[in-house]
């Protein structure tokens, strides 16, 4: 059991200057973001971060705010996707910007005084045609959130026990659920409801095939793009195809080859703050798998009792597993790890290794040998165990 409404947040390089304070505001021109926020302290960090994007983006903009306010200006070439980000992803919100002067307000309430999680109820934004008609366009999502919370309904615990056994590797557990009468009837509630949800954003995408909104829909309304979805490009305009969603969309169906490619060396921190070259974990390995994964995704964390047995029957003869959380919150990813127990090097990422490999979705995997090539990416399960085999028996 899964949620797809997860959104993806990402960054790549804009055609845009941006700043913190005016610059001809207001003008057709320019844009000019203008902030009210109530219930945030006063001099918290405001970043302006790309959307839509299917990367880990990095801020174009930071301010902090004054008496709740905050202000970024600047200029773009088409409209754009960003989230306006609060401290360190406290919380944020998504706004469609264009050339002309937008209005946000909202209140924000703290909902987790562990992480500091911030909620904001009462957004209002103004002045801005695009962000109203993808709102419009959007609508239907409320009606996929009621679905998915009426089929869940009543199978909570069921959830929790499948849950259970599936991060324990209990693949007996696993088959008895799944044989119940109860699970069958979820199984087949969910189908449906995955169905509607494609259906649903096939028509939105062909819609607007002519234009950039077509490729831009194809990056939010779904988490990462595959092969099998060329045809849905294919079928737009030359102007949606060169747009600047268009050819984010081309160069995720489309990727360059990495298999071949020599791994740089990067310096992330483990558990404990210090800093790891990552060649001294390569030193002295046959084959090392890089995993890509994150602490709130769930099908990485599936994959973990695989790769712990995989991890058991290849690590004596010279394997070597490398996760890396792509997670924004270290203490999220510290208690993953120790939820997990992992028995293998683990560092988080600071933007760096993530965009190197260009990962857009996970768990993704790459499996190096012992002179720092890639030859072969992700690998997960049978497949991996199988490769293994292959190279080491």
Same mark, same amino acid.
């Given at each position: 059991?899964?949620?797809?409404?997860?959104?993806?947040?990402?960054?790549?390089?804009?055609?845009?200057?941006?700043?913190?304070?005016g610059?001809t505001?207001?003008s057709?021109?320019?844009?000019?973001?203008?902030?009210?926020?109530?219930?945030v302290?006063?001099?918290?960090?405001?970043?302006?971060?790309?959307g839509a994007?299917?990367?880990?983006?990095k801020?174009?903009?930071?301010?902090t705010?004054?008496?709740?306010s =905050?202000?970024?200006?600047?200029?773009?070439?088409e409209?754009?996707?960003f989230?306006?980000?609060?401290?360190?992803?406290?919380?944020?919100?998504?706004?469609m910007?264009?050339?002309?002067?937008?209005?946000?307000?909202?209140t924000?309430?703290?909902?987790?005084?562990?992480?500091?999680?911030?909620?904001?109820?009462?957004?209002?934004i103004t002045g801005?045609e695009?962000?109203?008609?993808y709102?419009?366009?959007?609508?239907f999502?409320?009606?996929?959130?009621?679905?998915?919370?009426?089929?869940?309904e009543?199978?909570e615990?069921?959830?929790?026990l499948?849950?259970?056994?599936r991060?324990?590797?209990n693949?007996?557990?696993?088959?008895s659920i799944?044989a119940?009468?109860?699970?069958k009837e979820?199984?087949s509630?969910?189908?449906?409801?995955f169905?509607?949800v494609?259906?649903?954003?096939?028509q939105?995408?062909?819609?607007?095939?002519?234009s950039?909104? $077509?490729p =831009?829909?194809?990056?939010?309304q779904?988490?990462?793009?595959?092969?099998?979805?060329?045809p849905?490009?294919e079928?737009?305009?030359?102007?949606?195809?060169?747009?600047?969603y268009?050819?984010?969309?081309?160069?995720e169906?489309?990727p360059?080859?990495?298999? $071949?490619?020599?791994?740089? $060396?990067?310096?992330?921190?483990?558990?404990?703050?210090q800093?790891?070259?990552?060649k001294s974990?390569?030193?002295g390995k046959k084959y090392?798998?890089i995993?890509?994964?994150?602490?709130?995704?769930?099908?990485?964390?599936?994959?973990i009792p695989?790769?712990k047995?995989?991890?058991?029957?290849?690590?004596?003869?010279g394997?070597?597993?490398?996760?890396?959380?792509i997670?924004?919150?270290?203490?999220?990813?510290?208690?993953?790890?120790?939820?997990?127990?992992?028995?293998?090097p683990?560092?988080i990422?600071d933007?760096?290794?993530?965009?190197?490999f260009?990962?857009?979705?996970?768990p993704?995997?790459f499996?190096?040998?012992?002179?720092?090539?890639i030859?072969?990416?992700?690998?997960?399960?049978?497949?991996?165990d199988?490769?293994l085999?292959?190279?080491?028996?």
């Amino acid at each position: 059991m899964y949620n797809i409404m997860n959104t993806i947040y990402g960054v790549c390089l804009l055609l845009l200057v941006v700043s913190c304070t005016g610059k001809t505001p207001g003008s057709k021109e320019n844009f000019e973001l203008k902030g009210k926020i109530s219930g945030v302290d006063h001099g918290m960090t405001v970043k302006l971060v790309p959307g839509a994007t299917h990367s880990d983006e990095k801020p174009v903009a930071v301010t902090t705010l004054e008496n709740g306010s =905050f202000t970024f200006t600047g200029k773009l070439e088409e409209p754009r996707m960003f989230y306006v980000v609060f401290g360190e992803y406290r919380g944020m919100i998504p706004v469609m910007l264009e050339n002309s002067e937008v209005n946000l307000s909202a209140t924000a309430e703290t909902i987790n005084t562990e992480t500091g999680r911030i909620s904001f109820s009462g957004q209002k934004i103004t002045g801005s045609e695009t962000h109203e008609y993808y709102q419009e366009q959007t609508a239907f999502r409320k009606e996929l959130d009621r679905d998915y919370a009426a089929y869940h309904e009543g199978t909570e615990q069921l959830a929790k026990l499948y849950g259970k056994a599936r991060n324990e590797g209990n693949r007996a557990q696993m088959d008895s659920i799944e044989a119940t009468a109860e699970w069958k009837e979820f199984e087949s509630r969910e189908n449906a409801f995955f169905d509607k949800v494609k259906a649903k954003n096939s028509q939105l995408i062909s819609a607007h095939k002519d234009s950039w909104w $077509g490729p =831009f829909f194809m990056m939010t309304q779904y988490s990462y793009l595959t092969p099998d979805q060329r045809p849905v490009f294919e079928q737009f305009s030359d102007e949606a195809r060169n747009s600047y969603y268009g050819q984010l969309v081309h160069e995720e169906l489309f990727p360059k080859a990495v298999i $071949g490619k020599q791994v740089a $060396g990067f310096r992330l921190q483990d558990r404990e703050g210090q800093p790891v070259e990552t060649k001294s974990v390569f030193s002295g390995k046959k084959y090392i798998l890089i995993d890509f994964w994150a602490s709130w995704c769930a099908p990485c964390r599936k994959e973990i009792p695989n790769l712990k047995k995989a991890y058991e029957d290849f690590a004596p003869e010279g394997f070597e597993i490398l996760s890396v959380s792509i997670d924004k919150k270290q203490e999220a990813w510290l208690k993953a790890l120790q939820e997990e127990d992992m028995q293998w090097p683990n560092l988080i990422d600071d933007g760096t290794m993530s965009g190197e490999f260009k990962v857009r979705a996970i768990p993704a995997t790459f499996l190096v040998d012992e002179k720092g090539t890639i030859i072969a990416e992700n690998l997960r399960g049978e497949a991996l165990d199988e490769k293994l085999k292959e190279l080491l028996h």
